[in-house]
């Protein structure tokens, strides 16, 4: 059988490309002016410490999945009119409220639970009140945790919603925010919790999470 003429070699001392003939693990390696370089123990070691990098999974800090999840943060003062609150808005079926009293299970690091809930919301409701405000506590900590998160969102996303329960100063942090004061007669408490719907109805919506 004739033999195949091998492809001529037309490289150059000025052609920067590399040509790997035969077994990458047992060939001559040809660059610059076409010198031959013999596979050297000096060569595998300098491969071996090349590490392999691993695949590596970013994840979002929100997931949107089939309900607008808003976190509920509160003074622990104020849990029985959050927790009337929190029922609300379950009742809302395309709301899924995290709240920390029946979203904490027994036995998880509170609050490593709490700053990964913040992070992975859909919202942040502030529940402000007098004692809140002027008490030390987690309730700050929340607070800050949630002004950072809101940081990373785009300009005019609804994410934090300060709601006042009784009549207090609000936190120079949130001055930018609106915020409503769900207290006083039920007529206007009815409509302070429409307004909320209709803040949540719009982040929902620009979620992609159908209503």
């Not at 007098?130 to 008490?135: D, P």
């Not at 002004?147 to 709601?163: S, V």
Request: some cysteine; glycine content about 4%; hydrophobic content about 35%.
């Amino acid at each position: 059988m004739p033999r195949k003429n091998k492809t001529p070699n037309n490289n150059t001392a000025s052609d920067k490309s590399i040509i790997i003939n035969g077994d990458v693990n047992n060939s001559n390696i040809i660059i610059g002016d076409n010198s031959s370089l013999s596979k050297s123990a000096s060569t595998e070691q300098q491969l071996e410490k090349i590490p392999a990098s691993p695949l590596q999974i970013v994840v979002g800090s929100e997931s949107t999945g089939s309900k607008l999840i808003p976190f509920l943060c509160y003074a622990k003062e104020n849990s029985p009119d959050v927790r009337e609150f929190r029922e609300r808005l379950k009742a809302e079926d395309w709301v899924d409220p995290w709240f920390d009293e029946e979203d904490i299970l027994p036995g998880q690091m509170w609050e490593a639970s709490v700053t990964e809930a913040v992070y992975n919301c859909h919202a942040v409701i502030i529940f402000l009140s007098s004692i809140a405000v002027r008490t030390e506590g987690f309730f700050h900590k929340e607070l800050k945790l949630a002004l950072d998160a809101a940081a990373e969102k785009p300009d005019g996303t609804i994410f934090i919603i300060p709601i006042r329960l009784d009549v207090c100063d609000v936190p120079d942090r949130l001055q930018p925010y609106q915020y409503v004061d769900y207290f006083g007669d039920k007529e206007h408490k009815e409509n302070v919790y429409s307004s909320l719907i209709t803040a949540l109805k719009t982040r929902a919506e620009n979620l992609g999470i159908k209503i």
